[in-house]
């Protein structure tokens, strides 16, 4: 399975959501078939509840790890 | 005037200021993301927030006047309701969506790292700067669309006492809020690191907010500040403009300070007063909260690959905004934390034009500041 990593770190709000709706819907056929996981890092708090809850909407699977002083967030088929 | 009541000023201002950053940064509680969100991703979850925040503060508010505690009520700089309050709503909208915050939202990610919000200060200290030069024209327009005059609130207008409408507003409030509480959505779940319960947050900016009203004599406010701080940076290359400048001469506020009894007189002029020994430590105690709160959670880093694009369009909604505040006048937090509790018009107005705003504001951001590819 491919790691598809994107670091939106320090983007304004709501550039955060809009860019990871923006990465899933760019690369939905491949994490619906599970050969890619997308992994986003942000700094952005708010995110950490807005993001998961949108991509488990749409169907995937969401999950929240803290790295260092940020966090990564991976979107893969549920 | 003696030192010794802004001293006191001082002091109580950043402690509100270190607790409002500290606040608002544990429970992401974003006052430009509530109406944002509304709009763009049909988000109502930190709405609710809102409401639960401006009906405690109604309701703390209305106690501490009935107790006495609130001797200059309505609050000072609050005016009859004018169109330049829905024209600077919108305005204010659109700037702080643009801005990725409010005014108060900026200095809390400033202090959490965020360098796209430096653009966003620099913008409102060019926009405040700005309004300098529409002023006069500006008044004449406040002044020609003023209606009630002498009216500044809902029970003024319908002649009664404060109680029985902040009562109805708050009840009807509380029946949706103890609806919501019942179905679980004043509950947000959160993985980050310190996380605080955004209504836990509200019920205890509504305090912070009584405390600034019963100890300053005025509910938070921070854009004079910005002005004051544009009217120096324009003095250092125009000291005469400035000095001849009818906005930077201007002393709106002109009352005594209630806990002192000493004289307060300010305005946004590039000089100490008493809006500088309120508004400066409150701004630089938001900033030094929400730091100290990222640092305490580990995450007090800034990070500079930011898209150029949003740090543009940061300072130009900065620059909107600062105009907006000056035009409205004030600010969101002006309106949503001291106006709304005590049903000022003008603040019911701002809202009004803050809705649209925010909606414009939101189609502004994913045309142009975060394109579809």
């Given at each position: 399975?491919?790691?598809?990593?994107?670091?939106?770190?320090?983007?304004?709000?709501?550039?955060?959501?809009?860019?990871?709706?923006?990465?899933?819907?760019?690369?939905?056929?491949?994490?619906?078939?599970?050969?890619?996981?997308?992994?986003?890092?942000?700094?952005?708090?708010?995110?950490?509840?807005?993001?998961?809850?949108?991509?488990?909407?749409?169907?995937?699977?969401?999950?929240?790890?803290?790295?260092?002083?940020?966090?990564?967030?991976?979107?893969?088929?549920? | 005037?003696?030192t010794e009541p802004h001293l006191f000023l001082m002091a109580v201002s950043l402690a509100?200021?270190?607790?409002?950053?500290?606040?608002?940064?544990?429970?992401?509680?974003?006052?430009?993301?509530?109406?944002?969100?509304?709009?763009?991703?049909?988000?109502?979850?930190?709405?609710?927030?809102?409401?639960?925040?401006?009906?405690?503060?109604?309701?703390?508010?209305?106690?501490?006047?009935?107790?006495?505690?609130?001797?200059?009520?309505?609050?000072?700089?609050?005016?009859?309701?004018?169109?330049?309050?829905?024209?600077?709503?919108?305005?204010?909208?659109?700037?702080?969506?643009?801005?990725?915050?409010?005014?108060?939202?900026?200095?809390?990610?400033?202090?959490?790292?965020?360098?796209?919000?430096?653009?966003?200060?620099?913008?409102?200290?060019?926009?405040?700067?700005?309004?300098?030069?529409?002023?006069?024209?500006?008044?004449?327009?406040?002044?020609?669309?003023?209606?009630?005059?002498?009216?500044?609130?809902?029970?003024?207008?319908?002649?009664?006492?404060?109680?029985?409408?902040?009562?109805?507003?708050?009840?009807?409030?509380?029946?949706?809020?103890?609806?919501?509480?019942?179905?679980?959505?004043?509950?947000?779940?959160?993985?980050?690191?310190?996380?605080?319960?955004?209504?836990?947050?509200?019920l205890l900016l509504s305090v912070v907010s009584l405390l600034s009203y019963v100890l300053?004599?005025?509910?938070?406010?921070?854009?004079?500040?910005?002005?004051?701080?544009?009217?120096?940076?324009?003095?250092?290359?125009?000291?005469?403009?400035?000095?001849?400048?009818?906005?930077?001469?201007?002393?709106?506020?002109?009352?005594?300070?209630?806990?002192?009894?000493?004289?307060?007189?300010?305005?946004?002029?590039?000089?100490?007063?008493?809006?500088?020994?309120?508004?400066?430590?409150?701004?630089?105690?938001?900033?030094?909260?929400?730091?100290?709160?990222?640092?305490?959670?580990?995450?007090?880093?800034?990070?500079?690959?930011?898209?150029?694009?949003?740090?543009?369009?940061?300072?130009?909604?900065?620059?909107?905004?600062?105009?907006?505040?000056?035009?409205?006048?004030?600010?969101n937090i002006w309106h949503l934390l001291g106006g709304l509790p005590i049903l000022s018009?003008?603040?019911?107005?701002?809202?009004?034009?803050?809705?649209?705003?925010?909606?414009?504001?939101?189609?502004?951001?994913?045309?142009?500041?975060?394109?579809?590819?």
């Amino acid at each position: 399975m491919e790691l598809l990593e994107r670091d939106i770190r320090g983007q304004i709000c709501p550039s955060t959501l809009l860019v990871a709706l923006q990465e899933i819907n760019r690369h939905q056929a491949r994490l619906r078939d599970g050969s890619l996981t997308l992994r986003l890092l942000t700094d952005n708090r708010d995110c950490l509840v807005t993001i998961p809850e949108s991509a488990r909407n749409m169907g995937y699977a969401a999950e929240v790890a803290r790295v260092d002083a940020h966090y990564a967030i991976e979107i893969r088929r549920a | 005037m003696t030192t010794e009541p802004h001293l006191f000023l001082m002091a109580v201002s950043l402690a509100l200021g270190l607790a409002t950053g500290a606040l608002l940064h544990r429970s992401d509680i974003c006052f430009a993301g509530i109406f944002r969100d509304l709009f763009l991703f049909r988000r109502t979850d930190m709405l609710r927030i809102l409401v639960l925040l401006v009906t405690a503060t109604a309701l703390l508010f209305e106690l501490a006047r009935l107790a006495g505690l609130l001797p200059l009520y309505p609050f000072p700089l609050l005016y009859a309701p004018t169109a330049a309050n829905v024209v600077g709503g919108v305005l204010f909208g659109v700037g702080m969506v643009l801005a990725g915050g409010c005014v108060v939202g900026t200095l809390v990610r400033l202090g959490a790292g965020s360098l796209a919000s430096l653009f966003a200060l620099a913008g409102l200290f060019a926009g405040s700067a700005l309004y300098g030069e529409i002023h006069i024209p500006w008044k004449a327009f406040i002044g020609a669309t003023t209606f009630l005059p002498g009216r500044t609130t809902v029970p003024q207008l319908l002649g009664v006492a404060p109680t029985l409408p902040v009562l109805a507003a708050a009840l009807a409030a509380g029946v949706l809020l103890a609806r919501w509480a019942r179905a679980g959505a004043l509950h947000r779940a959160s993985p980050a690191t310190g996380h605080l319960q955004p209504w836990k947050a509200a019920l205890l900016l509504s305090v912070v907010s009584l405390l600034s009203y019963v100890l300053i004599g005025l509910p938070m406010g921070i854009t004079t500040s910005y002005a004051k701080i544009a009217g120096w940076l324009e003095s250092l290359v125009a000291p005469a403009h400035v000095a001849a400048s009818a906005f930077f001469r201007g002393v709106p506020l002109d009352v005594v300070h209630p806990v002192t009894g000493a004289p307060l007189r300010g305005g946004p002029g590039p000089r100490f007063d008493a809006i500088a020994a309120i508004q400066f430590p409150l701004a630089a105690g938001i900033v030094l909260g929400a730091l100290l709160s990222a640092r305490l959670v580990g995450e007090l880093r800034m990070h500079v690959n930011v898209p150029p694009r949003q740090l543009a369009w940061a300072f130009s909604g900065g620059v909107i905004m600062g105009l907006a505040s000056r035009m409205a006048p004030t600010c969101n937090i002006w309106h949503l934390l001291g106006g709304l509790p005590i049903l000022s018009l003008s603040s019911i107005l701002f809202v009004a034009g803050l809705l649209p705003g925010a909606w414009l504001g939101g189609r502004m951001l994913t045309a142009w500041v975060v394109p579809a590819r």
